[in-house]
């Protein structure tokens, strides 16, 4: 192998102790540079060593990320070199320089790139004697290879373009670089970041993580990536950003303890994304374990991590359950066979691999060996593979495919320029490189793994990776494992992933848990993966994973509140118990009217039955039968007949009753009236005037219900606000007839006007003869029946806000009729059936009296009133009784024994 040093131009001696001056100092021991002598140069840059500490630009040496690069592009060389159809008599050549993953470094290395484009006047030097200084020609590079490190390919970029010298980049995928403006002449064999930025975010997706944070290396790969990762989860959301950390270029002491402290302070983001480069992902992991949250966090990495070893060697609990990115690729097996046959011997070539040697092999040769203090002395004999162990770095493929696009392009021009030439012809000796960039741009052509290697208008490859997870199984064989593939679309194997302790279940990385169904997201402000979440209550659903929605009035919500659902509707069952009781005394109050009916029409010419009035009893017992029989229509199911017969017969019954006692009550009091003052009979007290009257007043009823049907035609309505209740579970439609509260009041209102104006004749008739005509049974029977209705206002009224307002509004209303007609069932006509079954001896006719008898009796009841007022201490007896038929002639009998006695008593 051979040490290159700088070319400075030198003074020729003069004699014997003549000097050459240098002018510049010589090359550190660092700065080696592999030389492969060519036709045409392509310039390298690699990773070889780390980045130095304490001052020093270079560390400890990459085994991997360095040697199997470096020799990855000789290896490519070579082949190219052997290939008759490729670059036919033309050899590559290279100068291969080590970057020490240091940018300012790279970029003071790759001036040697751009010495032969720089020409050199030679009156800048002076000699001693005066003599002419000499420089010594340096190797004229027409394209590079390289570098590793995005933030190193930026640096190296910039000079490079003003130069015109294409760039092939083997690792370096920073966003930034895709800007064909600022870097027209970089392009690269591997994806940029945005499209690896897109494959992490569809595998946070994937996983259902919304809250993540994100960790970068300070510099430009880093710090790029997680720009574009932020950049692609803000534009598409569902993915928001707890934490954005830097792992600075010169950490202090504790400085990744900080890292995972502040990680901590956000305990719900546990996913990790980290675009870090392999030391700072080795430090992390470190950090963590040495904070015992082995379990707690869910890393997420990028191509840096890929599927390396180093980041998780002694740390692989810590690393458990890494998903991480890589470029698709393949091993190169050939490249497998030419590393494995390198030795000390036949690869003099690679400067760093006597380095390499004493690293890999844990060995040390001689007394200028790299490794002091080593016991073991390296033979020379020792093989990679066998006593070592081995395993193809990841981008040993784009190596190799990074030089093979370059010299494909130089083929492609060396074709279109020399046409047939042998070698290079005069037009390629000197190689212009933006028409070489045009070529490069243009390239396809498959790979060293069989994969089309393309660029596009920016110099970016096609976005192409494999997904990773870090797993171990057994409890103890940790090993990556392919779970899917990203090609513009992620494909992921969600069985094949596993997490600690061999969990299948995905861990969760969110701000707020999901809202069960039925609650709605309330966003905190300015995080819009974080929410509170609040239940659709009332009669609200889910309408949108944020908003509540009412339902429609006929709805409610479902028990999920994930939509609505037709509220049921219900009516009065027959067999409930709020029908029960009214049916049954309804049933009970229609057999014995049938019976009175019965007995009057079997016993219809006794005396009994003709004193009672045969007629107005006959309408009353009707009006009876009505106000049970209204009992059945309002209980069944409404429709338009059964809400026709409720409007008809709802007040129709009472109508009956009321206009019957009121026409009785008026003609007893209009009798006594009248005979106060003549003895003349008053005028409309037959049986026929009495059913016209009767009529005439029932008539009205029935007018009135005529208007309504003509005004609002009866039919059925479903009211869902009588059973609204909080509880939307609990409400109901009830299905009814069409009758308000006032359309109620108005039909029963005339019925009660009756009602109320019998009543106050029965309270003007009470001082008649206790056996005339009733008076006394039908007082007692209207007394009755207000009170019945005086209950009932407030307890049909007071229940309008209930949810059982349907039920108790029915019981109550049929029920007080069927009170009312049992009241005057019972008072009036139950005494008389009782005469008439169990003593038809008192069923017998009085003597009649004529009208002026009655009109006699009437006066001496007046006056023997008046006198027992005077005398207080008196006793006063009058018994008058009194018998009509059917041909309205007033009869009477007075006892005189028993008018003496009442005079004499008087007296």
């Given at each position: 192998?051979?040490?290159?040093?700088?070319?400075?131009?030198?003074?020729?001696?003069?004699?014997?102790?003549?000097?050459?001056?240098?002018?510049?100092?010589?090359?550190?021991?660092?700065?080696?540079?592999?030389?492969?002598?060519?036709?045409?140069?392509?310039?390298?840059?690699?990773?070889?060593?780390?980045?130095?500490?304490?001052?020093?630009?270079?560390?400890?040496?990459?085994?991997?990320?360095?040697?199997?690069?470096?020799?990855?592009?000789?290896?490519?060389?070579?082949?190219?070199?052997?290939?008759?159809?490729?670059?036919?008599?033309?050899?590559?050549?290279?100068?291969?320089?080590?970057?020490?993953?240091?940018?300012?470094?790279?970029?003071?290395?790759?001036?040697?790139?751009?010495?032969?484009?720089?020409?050199?006047?030679p009156l800048d030097v002076r000699c001693a004697g005066g003599e002419q200084p000499s420089f010594a020609k340096p190797d004229k590079i027409v394209g590079v290879i390289g570098a590793s490190s995005s933030s190193v390919s930026i640096m190296v970029a910039n000079i490079l373009r003003l130069f015109k010298i294409p760039q092939i980049s083997y690792a370096s995928t920073a966003p930034e670089l895709s800007d064909n403006t600022r870097y027209d002449f970089f392009s690269r064999v591997v994806p940029p970041d945005s499209y690896q930025a897109q494959a992490m975010l569809d595998i946070v997706t994937a996983m259902s993580w919304n809250y993540v944070s994100t960790l970068a290396s300070e510099g430009n790969y880093g710090e790029s990536g997680v720009e574009a990762f932020v950049q692609?989860?803000?534009?598409?959301?569902?993915?928001?950003?707890?934490?954005?950390?830097?792992?600075?270029?010169?950490?202090?002491?504790?400085?990744?303890?900080?890292?995972?402290?502040?990680?901590?302070?956000?305990?719900?983001?546990?996913?990790?994304?980290?675009?870090?480069?392999?030391?700072?992902?080795?430090?992390?992991?470190?950090?963590?374990?040495?904070?015992?949250?082995?379990?707690?966090?869910?890393?997420?990495?990028?191509?840096?991590?890929?599927?390396?070893?180093?980041?998780?060697?002694?740390?692989?609990?810590?690393?458990?359950?890494?998903?991480?990115?890589?470029?698709?690729?393949?091993?190169?097996?050939?490249?497998?066979?030419?590393?494995?046959?390198?030795?000390?011997?036949?690869?003099?070539?690679?400067?760093?691999?006597?380095?390499?040697?004493?690293?890999?092999?844990?060995?040390?040769?001689?007394?200028?060996?790299?490794?002091?203090?080593?016991?073991?002395?390296?033979?020379?004999?020792?093989?990679?593979?066998?006593?070592?162990?081995?395993?193809?770095?990841?981008?040993?493929?784009?190596?190799?495919?990074?030089?093979?696009?370059?010299?494909?392009?130089?083929?492609?021009?060396?074709?279109?320029?020399?046409?047939?030439?042998?070698?290079?012809?005069?037009?390629?000796?000197?190689?212009?490189?933006?028409?070489?960039?045009?070529?490069?741009?243009?390239?396809?052509?498959?790979?060293?793994?069989?994969?089309?290697?393309?660029?596009?208008?920016?110099?970016?490859?096609?976005?192409?990776?494999?997904?990773?997870?870090?797993?171990?199984?057994?409890?103890?064989?940790?090993?990556?494992?392919?779970?899917?593939?990203?090609?513009?679309?992620?494909?992921?194997?969600?069985?094949?992933?596993?997490?600690?302790?061999?969990?299948?279940?995905?861990?969760?990385?969110?701000?707020?848990?999901?809202?069960?169904?039925?609650?709605?997201?309330?966003?905190?402000?300015?995080?819009?993966?974080?929410?509170?979440?609040?239940?659709?209550?009332?009669?609200?659903?889910?309408?949108?994973?944020?908003?509540?929605?009412?339902?429609?009035?006929?709805?409610?919500?479902?028990?999920?509140?994930?939509?609505?659902?037709?509220?049921?509707?219900?009516?009065?069952?027959?067999?409930?118990?709020?029908?029960?009781?009214?049916?049954?005394?309804?049933?009970?109050?229609?057999?014995?009217?049938?019976?009175?009916?019965?007995?009057?029409?079997?016993?219809?010419?006794?005396?009994?039955?003709?004193?009672?009035?045969?007629?107005?009893?006959?309408?009353?017992?009707?009006?009876?039968?009505?106000?049970?029989?209204?009992?059945?229509?309002?209980?069944?199911?409404?429709?338009?007949?059964?809400?026709?017969?409720?409007?008809?017969?709802?007040?129709?019954?009472?109508?009956?009753?009321?206009?019957?006692?009121?026409?009785?009550?008026?003609?007893?009091?209009?009798?006594?009236?009248?005979?106060?003052?003549?003895?003349?009979?008053?005028?409309?007290?037959?049986?026929?005037?009495?059913?016209?009257?009767?009529?005439?007043?029932?008539?009205?009823?029935?007018?009135?219900?005529?208007?309504?049907?003509?005004?609002?035609?009866?039919?059925?309505?479903?009211?869902?606000?009588?059973?609204?209740?909080?509880?939307?579970?609990?409400?109901?439609?009830?299905?009814?007839?069409?009758?308000?509260?006032?359309?109620?009041?108005?039909?029963?209102?005339?019925?009660?006007?009756?009602?109320?104006?019998?009543?106050?004749?029965?309270?003007?008739?009470?001082?008649?003869?206790?056996?005339?005509?009733?008076?006394?049974?039908?007082?007692?029977?209207?007394?009755?029946?207000?009170?019945?209705?005086?209950?009932?206002?407030?307890?049909?009224?007071?229940?309008?806000?209930?949810?059982?307002?349907?039920?108790?509004?029915?019981?109550?209303?049929?029920?007080?009729?069927?009170?009312?007609?049992?009241?005057?069932?019972?008072?009036?006509?139950?005494?008389?059936?009782?005469?008439?079954?169990?003593?038809?001896?008192?069923?017998?006719?009085?003597?009649?009296?004529?009208?002026?008898?009655?009109?006699?009796?009437?006066?001496?009841?007046?006056?023997?009133?008046?006198?027992?007022?005077?005398?207080?201490?008196?006793?006063?007896?009058?018994?008058?009784?009194?018998?009509?038929?059917?041909?309205?002639?007033?009869?009477?009998?007075?006892?005189?024994?028993?008018?003496?006695?009442?005079?004499?008593?008087?007296?």
């Amino acid at each position: 192998y051979t040490q290159s040093k700088s070319k400075s131009p030198a003074c020729p001696r003069k004699g014997k102790g003549a000097l050459e001056y240098p002018l510049t100092p010589p090359t550190p021991e660092y700065a080696h540079s592999v030389r492969l002598d060519g036709d045409i140069i392509l310039g390298g840059l690699f990773p070889v060593h780390a980045r130095g500490e304490r001052g020093a630009p270079c560390g400890e040496l990459k085994k991997e990320k360095g040697i199997h690069r470096l020799e990855a592009m000789l290896f490519a060389i070579d082949l190219i070199n052997k290939d008759p159809d490729l670059l036919p008599n033309i050899t590559l050549g290279a100068r291969i320089l080590d970057t020490c993953s240091r940018d300012t470094y790279a970029l003071e290395q790759s001036l040697t790139f751009v010495q032969a484009l720089i020409e050199r006047d030679p009156l800048d030097v002076r000699c001693a004697g005066g003599e002419q200084p000499s420089f010594a020609k340096p190797d004229k590079i027409v394209g590079v290879i390289g570098a590793s490190s995005s933030s190193v390919s930026i640096m190296v970029a910039n000079i490079l373009r003003l130069f015109k010298i294409p760039q092939i980049s083997y690792a370096s995928t920073a966003p930034e670089l895709s800007d064909n403006t600022r870097y027209d002449f970089f392009s690269r064999v591997v994806p940029p970041d945005s499209y690896q930025a897109q494959a992490m975010l569809d595998i946070v997706t994937a996983m259902s993580w919304n809250y993540v944070s994100t960790l970068a290396s300070e510099g430009n790969y880093g710090e790029s990536g997680v720009e574009a990762f932020v950049q692609i989860s803000r534009e598409t959301g569902g993915v928001c950003i707890a934490q954005s950390l830097k792992v600075p270029r010169e950490p202090r002491p504790g400085e990744f303890d900080k890292i995972i402290l502040r990680l901590l302070e956000t305990p719900n983001a546990r996913a990790i994304i980290m675009f870090a480069n392999e030391d700072d992902i080795r430090r992390i992991l470190n950090a963590a374990k040495r904070n015992n949250l082995t379990n707690h966090f869910l890393w997420v990495g990028s191509d840096s991590w890929g599927s390396k070893i180093s980041p998780v060697v002694q740390q692989e609990k810590v690393a458990e359950g890494a998903i991480t990115i890589l470029p698709k690729r393949a091993s190169v097996d050939a490249f497998d066979r030419y590393f494995k046959s390198r030795s000390l011997s036949n690869n003099r070539r690679n400067v760093w691999f006597a380095e390499f040697w004493e690293e890999n092999f844990g060995c040390k040769l001689g007394m200028h060996g790299k490794r002091p203090g080593s016991p073991k002395k390296c033979t020379g004999l020792e093989k990679v593979g066998r006593d070592s162990s081995y395993e193809q770095e990841g981008k040993v493929q784009f190596v190799m495919d990074a030089v093979y696009a370059m010299a494909h392009a130089l083929h492609r021009m060396h074709r279109d320029l020399c046409s047939g030439y042998p070698g290079l012809c005069p037009r390629m000796s000197t190689i212009d490189g933006k028409e070489l960039l045009g070529y490069i741009r243009n390239v396809s052509f498959n790979g060293s793994a069989k994969t089309p290697v393309t660029f596009n208008e920016n110099g970016d490859a096609p976005g192409r990776y494999d997904i990773f997870q870090y797993q171990i199984s057994n409890g103890s064989i940790a090993e990556y494992r392919v779970i899917g593939q990203w090609t513009d679309h992620l494909h992921l194997n969600m069985d094949a992933l596993q997490w600690v302790s061999g969990d299948s279940s995905v861990p969760a990385s969110v701000c707020s848990l999901p809202c069960r169904t039925g609650e709605r997201k309330k966003v905190v402000k300015g995080v819009p993966c974080c929410w509170h979440c609040e239940r659709c209550e009332g009669y609200h659903y889910q309408a949108s994973e944020f908003s509540c929605e009412l339902c429609p009035y006929e709805q409610r919500p479902d028990r999920n509140r994930t939509g609505c659902q037709p509220i049921p509707i219900i009516k009065l069952e027959w067999h409930s118990p709020w029908a029960v009781v009214p049916v049954f005394i309804a049933i009970l109050g229609i057999i014995a009217t049938t019976f009175v009916i019965a007995t009057f029409v079997r016993y219809n010419d006794t005396p009994i039955v003709r004193a009672s009035g045969r007629e107005m009893s006959y309408v009353l017992l009707t009006g009876i039968f009505l106000c049970y029989i209204i009992t059945f229509p309002m209980i069944a199911t409404p429709g338009v007949s059964v809400c026709s017969f409720r409007r008809i017969f709802l007040g129709l019954g009472m109508c009956f009753s009321y206009a019957a006692l009121l026409t009785k009550t008026n003609r007893i009091h209009r009798i006594f009236e009248q005979g106060k003052r003549s003895v003349a009979a008053p005028r409309f007290i037959s049986p026929a005037s009495q059913l016209v009257i009767t009529f005439s007043l029932i008539s009205v009823q029935l007018m009135g219900v005529l208007v309504w049907f003509i005004a609002d035609p009866p039919h059925t309505i479903v009211d869902y606000g009588e059973q609204r209740t909080q509880d939307p579970e609990n409400a109901r439609g009830v299905l009814k007839c069409d009758i308000s509260d006032l359309s109620l009041i108005c039909s029963l209102g005339y019925s009660i006007l009756l009602m109320v104006t019998c009543t106050v004749y029965a309270i003007k008739t009470r001082g008649v003869p206790e056996t005339f005509n009733e008076a006394k049974p039908i007082g007692f029977t209207m007394y009755t029946t207000c009170i019945i209705w005086l209950a009932f206002i407030p307890i049909f009224f007071g229940t309008a806000q209930s949810a059982e307002r349907m039920y108790i509004q029915t019981t109550t209303l049929t029920v007080s009729l069927s009170l009312s007609a049992s009241v005057s069932l019972g008072m009036l006509y139950m005494p008389k059936v009782y005469i008439i079954i169990f003593h038809p001896e008192q069923n017998v006719p009085k003597r009649k009296r004529s009208f002026k008898a009655i009109v006699t009796a009437a006066t001496m009841s007046s006056k023997l009133s008046q006198l027992a007022s005077e005398r207080p201490n008196g006793e006063v007896k009058t018994e008058l009784c009194e018998s009509v038929d059917n041909s309205s002639e007033y009869t009477t009998y007075l006892s005189h024994l028993r008018t003496c006695k009442m005079c004499s008593n008087a007296l």
